[in-house]
């Protein structure tokens, strides 16, 4: 291909024959000589058709939001010599380079290979694909290049980053028949005492409570409280207009975390756990238990991007749709309109336990803009908005506020048992 | 690190003082013109060309930067089109000076980012071979480009080519046009080549 560079210093002789011709003075036929010689010079060695192949290696192909990976580029020149060959990896711009870099200038020599090692750090969750690799043969001159795109494609999944939620108090208050960490306030297998009965046949020996026994003359068995699995269901709330703040740094991302965070503390108590997201699709994914659906959980958060407008009547319509009708609802929304208030109302009516987890989109803004009075006036008076909003969702759910620069766990272990009013 | 941004910085140390010998050659000579108004106006001129070469640079506008140095070469040739006598020597020096900044500035502006990165020993050790052979390759076609026209220039003065009459200028530009014809329409010729009867016919995966 040829470069802007060539086709000036054809202009520039053809400018100079011309002035020599107009003013008939052979001085100005030498200068056009100049521009000729080098594109003569170009021409004499010209760029070679890239035969370049390109092997991409990764040391991790999952990866956590601000964990690092090496690449490992191998480029193997399988034409003539290249005297100028440049390499560029082509990267998705989430994904940060730390150390070494994707682009070079270099000679390879026929038959040879060169490794082209960097370090990646992605900054956001995702499914990233990198590369092909773009490959230029380029002229000593700039007069020309020869350029390609080798290699296949390789894609990283970068997993978001999990809040730790270790003694946070979150769980369902309802109970189903399987076997859980949740007190049932039945009796059946657990360790937590319920009372005292008349020891019937089959009664393990290790429940005989001895000392009731000798005080009443007869066998006497323990009863225990039922320890039972319940439903949790996650509501992640990733519409256009919760995505407050950066790309990096938003009330979406932070949800992201917060969802993944519960999935696994809720799921660690043998609980199942179901998931659906408001994004520009509206998708689910159907309760279940254990690690498996920890991961598929993990999966469908990975590709979460803000974007949509579903209201809460559909999520509303596919939760009494899909999902057991006792489930407890876990809404992770950053509160950004009013229309969460009446749509916590009709499922609080409809007979879901319902927590609001809500990453304050006031306290994310309020670090991207520089202090000063105008901006504590304004966040006084959204904070006031707020609080009002929260306070009369108190009535029917409960409601942490979380100020995404604290760990969510710390608002989750003040969080009270708490009875919907009757 | 330090070492690899001294050689960063240094590559661009050739391009400025190349553009620096420019504008002060073309200073120089517009300040011999004996026509105050035209020595004003091609000063002008100059200073556009140094103002668009220093934005250009800033805030890497190529159009600014090619522009600028053609406001800057240009007076040098008006001035001795019209005002000055010109020494042909002189002029294929100018331009020449030109070429070499252009292309030191291009070699500087592939090279140094290379330098500026945490690069190991042996990668440095490749990319300063590359620099090593484009550099030798710039240094050698500048060279040529001020030689060989000056060589014709004395062929052409000795009388072995004679080029005092009409037919033989006519003919010798007709020559020039013809080269550079030809070496405008070489690369679309040589990719036609390439498409009719190549192996990236017969593998388009092989190409873009």
Same mark, same amino acid.
């Given at each position: 291909?040829?470069?802007?560079?060539?086709?000036?210093?054809?202009?520039?002789?053809?400018?100079?024959?011309?002035?020599?011709?107009?003013?008939?003075?052979? !001085?100005?036929?030498?200068?056009?000589?100049?521009?000729?010689?080098?594109?003569?010079?170009?021409?004499?060695?010209?760029?070679?058709?890239?035969?370049?192949?390109?092997?991409?290696?990764?040391?991790? !192909?999952?990866?956590?939001?601000?964990?690092?990976?090496?690449?490992?580029?191998?480029?193997?020149?399988?034409?003539?010599?290249?005297?100028?060959?440049?390499?560029?990896?082509?990267?998705?711009?989430?994904?940060?380079?730390?150390?070494?870099?994707?682009?070079?200038?270099?000679?390879?020599?026929?038959?040879?290979?060169?490794?082209?090692?960097?370090?990646?750090?992605?900054?956001?969750?995702?499914?990233?694909?990198?590369?092909?690799?773009?490959?230029?043969?380029?002229?000593?001159?700039?007069?020309?290049?020869?350029?390609?795109?080798?290699?296949?494609?390789?894609?990283?999944?970068?997993?978001?980053?999990?809040?730790?939620?270790?003694?946070?108090?979150?769980?369902?208050?309802?109970?189903?028949?399987?076997?859980?960490?949740?007190?049932?306030?039945?009796?059946?297998?657990?360790?937590?005492?319920?009372?005292?009965?008349?020891?019937?046949?089959?009664?393990?020996?290790?429940?005989?409570?001895?000392?009731?026994?000798?005080?009443?003359?007869?066998?006497?068995?323990?009863?225990?409280?039922? !320890?039972?699995?319940?439903?949790?269901?996650?509501?992640?709330?990733?519409?256009? !207009?919760?995505?407050?703040?950066?790309?990096?740094?938003?009330?979406?991302?932070?949800?992201?975390?917060?969802?993944?965070?519960?999935?696994?503390?809720?799921?660690?108590?043998?609980?199942?756990?179901?998931?659906?997201?408001?994004?520009?699709?509206?998708?689910?994914?159907?309760?279940?238990?254990?690690?498996?659906?920890?991961?598929?959980?993990?999966?469908?958060?990975?590709?979460?991007?803000?974007?949509?407008?579903?209201?809460?009547?559909?999520?509303?319509?596919?939760?009494?749709?899909?999902?057991?009708?006792?489930?407890?609802?876990?809404?992770?929304?950053?509160?950004?309109?009013?229309?969460?208030?009446?749509?916590?109302?009709?499922?609080?009516?409809?007979?879901?336990?319902?927590?609001?987890?809500?990453?304050?989109?006031?306290?994310?803004?309020?670090?991207?803009?520089?202090?000063?009075?105008?901006?504590?006036?304004?966040?006084?008076?959204?904070?006031?908005?707020?609080?009002?909003?929260?306070?009369?969702?108190?009535?029917?759910?409960?409601?942490?506020?979380?100020?995404?620069?604290?760990?969510?766990?710390?608002?989750?272990?003040?969080?009270?048992?708490?009875?919907?009013?009757? | 690190?330090?070492?690899?941004?001294?050689?960063?910085?240094?590559?661009?140390?050739?391009?400025?003082?190349?553009?620096?010998?420019?504008?002060?050659?073309?200073?120089?000579?517009?300040?011999?013109?004996?026509?105050?108004?035209?020595?004003?106006?091609?000063?002008?001129?100059?200073?556009?060309?140094?103002?668009?070469?220093?934005?250009?640079?800033?805030?890497?506008?190529?159009?600014?930067?090619?522009?600028?140095?053609?406001?800057?070469?240009?007076?040098?040739?008006?001035?001795?089109?019209?005002?000055?006598?010109?020494?042909?020597?002189?002029?294929?020096?100018?331009?020449?000076?030109?070429?070499?900044?252009?292309?030191?500035?291009?070699?500087?502006?592939?090279?140094?980012?290379?330098?500026?990165?945490?690069?190991?020993?042996?990668?440095?050790?490749?990319?300063?071979?590359?620099?090593?052979?484009?550099?030798?390759?710039?240094?050698?076609?500048?060279?040529?480009?001020?030689?060989?026209?000056?060589?014709?220039?004395?062929?052409?003065?000795?009388?072995?080519?004679?080029?005092?009459?009409?037919?033989?200028?006519?003919?010798?530009?007709?020559?020039?046009?013809?080269?550079?014809?030809?070496?405008?329409?070489?690369?679309?010729?040589?990719?036609?080549?390439?498409?009719?009867?190549?192996?990236?016919?017969?593998?388009?995966?092989?190409?873009?």
């Amino acid at each position: 291909m040829r470069t802007p560079l060539a086709s000036a210093l054809v202009g520039a002789s053809l400018a100079f024959l011309l002035a020599g011709l107009a003013t008939r003075r052979w !001085e100005y036929l030498l200068p056009a000589l100049s521009p000729l010689v080098l594109l003569a010079f170009g021409a004499l060695f010209p760029p070679p058709d890239p035969a370049v192949t390109t092997v991409r290696s990764v040391s991790r !192909e999952r990866v956590q939001v601000g964990g690092e990976f090496e690449v490992r580029l191998a480029v193997t020149n399988e034409g003539s010599g290249a005297d100028l060959l440049e390499v560029l990896d082509v990267l998705p711009p989430e994904l940060e380079i730390v150390k070494g870099s994707n682009h070079t200038i270099m000679s390879l020599t026929a038959g040879t290979t060169y490794e082209l090692a960097y370090t990646l750090r992605p900054a956001l969750k995702g499914d990233f694909s990198m590369g092909p690799t773009r490959v230029r043969i380029l002229d000593s001159l700039a007069l020309g290049s020869e350029d390609t795109a080798v290699g296949a494609s390789t894609n990283v999944v970068v997993a978001p980053t999990m809040e730790s939620l270790a003694r946070a108090k979150l769980g369902p208050r309802r109970t189903r028949p399987w076997f859980g960490h949740v007190a049932s306030r039945q009796i059946g297998a657990g360790s937590d005492f319920w009372g005292v009965r008349e020891y019937l046949p089959g009664d393990e020996v290790r429940k005989i409570n001895w000392k009731a026994s000798a005080r009443f003359d007869r066998l006497c068995s323990n009863e225990y409280e039922g !320890e039972r699995s319940g439903d949790v269901v996650i509501i992640l709330d990733a519409r256009r !207009e919760s995505a407050v703040g950066t790309p990096t740094v938003n009330a979406v991302e932070y949800g992201v975390r917060a969802a993944l965070g519960v999935a696994e503390h809720v799921l660690a108590a043998k609980n199942r756990v179901g998931l659906i997201v408001q994004r520009n699709v509206l998708d689910w994914v159907p309760p279940a238990f254990g690690r498996k659906q920890l991961y598929r959980i993990l999966d469908h958060l990975v590709h979460v991007r803000a974007g949509g407008e579903w209201p809460f009547s559909y999520v509303a319509w596919v939760l009494s749709r899909y999902f057991p009708r006792d489930a407890m609802v876990v809404l992770i929304s950053p509160l950004t309109d009013r229309t969460v208030l009446s749509a916590v109302m009709n499922l609080a009516a409809l007979g879901y336990d319902v927590t609001i987890l809500s990453p304050s989109p006031l306290e994310i803004e309020k670090g991207m803009i520089p202090p000063g009075p105008a901006r504590d006036a304004a966040y006084r008076l959204l904070r006031v908005e707020r609080e009002n909003l929260v306070s009369q969702l108190r009535r029917v759910a409960q409601v942490v506020d979380w100020d995404p620069s604290t760990p969510l766990a710390l608002p989750l272990r003040r969080l009270k048992s708490w009875a919907p009013p009757a | 690190m330090g070492a690899s941004r001294m050689k960063a910085a240094g590559l661009w140390v050739p391009a400025f003082v190349s553009l620096g010998l420019l504008i002060g050659w073309s200073v120089a000579e517009i300040a011999q013109i004996p026509d105050g108004r035209a020595e004003q106006a091609f000063a002008i001129l100059v200073a556009l060309g140094i103002l668009n070469l220093v934005l250009g640079w800033r805030f890497r506008v190529n159009l600014m930067r090619r522009s600028g140095l053609l406001l800057v070469a240009l007076p040098y040739f008006a001035a001795h089109a019209h005002w000055l006598p010109l020494d042909a020597a002189a002029a294929v020096g100018f331009l020449v000076v030109a070429l070499a900044h252009v292309e030191l500035r291009i070699l500087a502006e592939r090279f140094a980012p290379l330098y500026l990165r945490d690069l190991g020993p042996e990668d440095l050790a490749r990319i300063r071979a590359s620099l090593m052979r484009a550099s030798l390759r710039v240094g050698a076609a500048t060279a040529m480009a001020f030689l060989l026209p000056i060589f014709a220039g004395d062929l052409a003065l000795a009388g072995t080519v004679p080029v005092t009459t009409i037919p033989t200028a006519l003919l010798l530009a007709a020559g020039l046009v013809a080269v550079i014809v030809l070496l405008a329409l070489l690369p679309v010729w040589q990719r036609r080549r390439q498409l009719v009867g190549s192996s990236w016919a017969e593998d388009p995966r092989g190409k873009l």
